[in-house]
T-cell receptor, first 115, second 114 residues
Framework: DSGVTQTPKHLITATGQRVTLRCSPRSGDLSVYWYQQSLDQGLQFLIQYYNGEERAKGNILERFSAQQFPDLHSELNLSSLELGDSALYFC??????????????FGAGSRLTVL | AQKVTQAQTEISVVEKEDVTLDCVYETRDTTYYLFWYKQPPSGELVFLIRRNSFDEQNEISGRYSWNFQKSTSSFNFTITASQVVDSAVYFCALSNQGAQKLVFGQGTRLTINP
């Protein structure tokens, strides 16, 4: 157990729907990162939050949004879902704000299937 | 732009063989960090090692060893006396000083057959 908790583990939904993925970081970690793993794109960075504030954005679609709450848990909202959004979504956490040396601790992922 | 290339998509070996996973990276920065992560069949990503660009010493941890060569922009990973439990997808990744994200390679699927 990495200490990073993601729910749900699996989610099946239909095109056009909206889902929310939840992440609780490892105790003491202030940074939360979201990554998407798909067969065609591999592992792609989506977004990072530090202590409630957005710190970096990657290849995140406008249909996707995220936030980090005062208790440091984070949610990734995916709307107007398309077949291509089917992927494994990882949350990761690290103690510090911004450093390339950060070792990210990953959760087990949320597997989203859009039918 | 940063880029990580893992040219070996899949490798299959018999247990107890040694196997090397290749990783080649591109970056214009002088300070950067290289990582290896393991993704077993259960799906989670497990951190294995981090190296910074100023430390070219090879590292050994049990049956695992890493060879970092700046001259060839490579950070290769060797498993000695492989075991079935080593079967997984292995990812090499790169980040730059102050960067918020990891850039991952496409991964190498390693299968160790009994």
């Amino acid at each position: 157990d990495s200490g990073v908790t993601q729910t749900p583990k699996h989610l099946i939904t239909a095109t056009g729907q909206r889902v929310t993925l939840r992440c609780s970081p490892r105790s003491g970690d202030l940074s939360v990162y979201w990554y998407q793993q798909s067969l065609d794109q591999g592992l792609q960075f989506l977004i990072q939050y530090y202590n409630g504030e957005e710190r970096a954005k990657g290849n995140i679609l406008e249909r996707f949004s995220a936030q980090q709450f005062p208790d440091l848990h984070s949610e990734l909202n995916l709307s107007s879902l398309e077949l291509g959004d089917s992927a494994l979504y990882f949350c990761a956490s690290s103690p510090r704000q911004s450093s390339g040396a950060n070792v990210l601790t990953f959760g087990a992922g949320s597997r989203l299937t859009v039918l | 732009a940063q880029k990580v290339t893992q040219a070996q998509t899949e490798i299959s070996v018999v247990e107890k063989e040694d196997v090397t996973l290749d990783c080649v990276y591109e970056t214009r920065d002088t300070t950067y960090y290289l990582f290896w992560y393991k993704q077993p069949p259960s799906g989670e990503l497990v951190f294995l090692i981090r190296r910074n660009s100023f430390d070219e010493q090879n590292e050994i941890s049990g049956r695992y060893s890493w060879n970092f060569q700046k001259s060839t922009s490579s950070f290769n990973f060797t498993i000695t006396a492989s075991q079935v439990v080593d079967s997984a997808v292995y990812f090499c990744a790169l980040s730059n000083q102050g960067a918020q994200k990891l850039v991952f390679g496409q991964g190498t699927r390693l299968t160790i057959n009994p």
